[in-house]
């Protein structure tokens, strides 16, 4: 596993800065520091024998985190991995990537991604709480700000209320952490409120959600006219 830099202008990151051998134990402990390195296929040398004699593969229907599931479960059935300082791949933040394309079940990508995390810790129970508390953060905004960029204002209500039902299991008090919500956004989270998570988002990623639908139709506007 090679580390990279993320970068955009004005900022970069290094995500990685010590060379280490880890056990399939050790990466589980320490996950937390691995997760950014696990979520992508770039950057990483791999068993092709691990990956035949467990059928391990992409689900070619999901729009993102294909590539994360995929090293969820390749990783599960490693005895130990490499992980190496050395910057092999640069990163540039904010580009669009999958998002440009509506699908109706972003969400539900979300909770096979969830299922995975389950799956490599031998029991969703197991998940660090902590982790769930920042992952649930960016999957449910996330299928939220999608919805809200592609749908109309009556199936946007109707996608923000089956994201939060899909996330049930997930959210209580203890997950619905303010460190990644806003008070409005944990309110109407805790209280099932999906008109009140679209305005609470609205009012925090507004900005961020007009500018992704210019940029969205500007791509569509660009690729009629190549």
């Not at 991995?81 to 910057?87: D, G, P, R, T």
């Not at 999958?98 to 129970?125: C, T, V």
């Not at 998940?127 to 109309?152: E, M, R, T, W």
Request: net charge positive; aromatic share 14%; charged share 25%.
């Amino acid at each position: 596993i090679g580390s990279y830099e993320a970068y955009r202008k004005g900022f970069s990151q290094k995500i990685l800065r010590e060379s280490r051998c880890f056990s399939f134990e050790a990466l589980r402990e320490q996950f937390a520091v691995f997760d950014g390195l696990l979520d992508t296929v770039w950057g990483k040398l791999y068993k092709k024998e691990i990956i035949t004699q467990h059928s391990i593969g992409f689900d070619e229907q999901m729009p993102y985190a294909e590539d994360h599931v995929f090293n969820l479960q390749y990783c599960k059935r490693i005895k130990n991995a490499m992980v190496i300082s050395e910057v092999v791949y640069f990163y540039r933040l904010g580009g669009l990537a999958s998002s440009i394309k509506f699908h109706p079940q972003w969400n539900r990508y979300g909770m096979l991604l969830m299922n995975a995390y389950g799956a490599f810790f031998d029991g969703s129970e197991n998940v660090p709480n902590q982790f769930v508390k920042k992952k649930i953060s960016d999957l449910i905004v996330g299928s939220v700000a999608h919805y809200v960029v592609h749908c109309s204002q009556n199936e946007k209500e109707k996608k923000i209320q089956e994201t939060l039902a899909l996330f049930a299991p997930f959210i209580s008090k203890d997950t619905v952490d303010a460190q990644y919500f806003s008070p409005s956004m944990a309110r109407a989270i805790l209280t099932n409120d999906a008109k009140a998570l679209q305005h609470a988002i609205l009012r925090k990623l507004g900005i961020r959600i007009m500018l992704r639908k210019a940029k969205i139709k500007y791509y569509q506007w660009f690729s009629k006219r190549i």
